[in-house]
């Protein structure tokens, strides 16, 4: 009966993860399915809590920090950009028209459906702009103070 109660609360904090996006209670979830793996061998009921205790402190500790530094843009981690992250601060050039409701730019000899970073702003074919930010497949575009010069 005892792992069948380990489980269950294995089973809700798993769930209860879902909600909060935290990485802390599905550390705890582990911590409860090693208690019922435990309980299964015949481990008595304080040893399974100090087999629980010591899982959830165990992944809390080791694995959820390693979890959270992977799960960081490569922004705020100081690693070289990939995929869309690497074209934020790339030069583009209008193709049609861009403003608040979109546009295309060419960015890297390639075609991309671009929006005005700022909605006041408005870019007209063959204009030099630059990549803020993606956002999905949309470039969101500023004004490239750079080839003014």
């Not at 390639?110 to 993606?134: K, L, M, P």
């Amino acid at each position: 009966m005892e792992p069948v109660l380990w489980i269950v609360l294995g089973v809700l904090l798993a769930i209860a993860e879902i909600f909060t996006t935290t990485l802390l209670l599905i550390m705890f979830a582990v911590g409860a399915f090693a208690a019922a793996g435990a309980a299964a061998l015949g481990a008595p009921v304080p040893v399974q809590a100090i087999v629980f205790a010591v899982v959830s402190a165990a992944t809390v500790l080791v694995a959820r920090p390693t979890i959270r530094r992977h799960m960081r843009p490569a922004v705020e981690s100081g690693e070289q950009h990939f995929g869309v992250e690497a074209l934020a601060g790339s030069p583009a050039i209008v193709l049609e028209r861009v403003d608040a409701d979109g546009g295309r730019v060419k960015i890297d000899g390639e075609s991309w459906s671009a929006r005005s970073y700022d909605g006041t702003q408005a870019f007209e074919a063959g204009e030099r702009v630059r990549v803020i930010e993606v956002k999905g497949v949309t470039a969101m575009v500023w004004r490239d103070d750079l080839s003014n010069l």
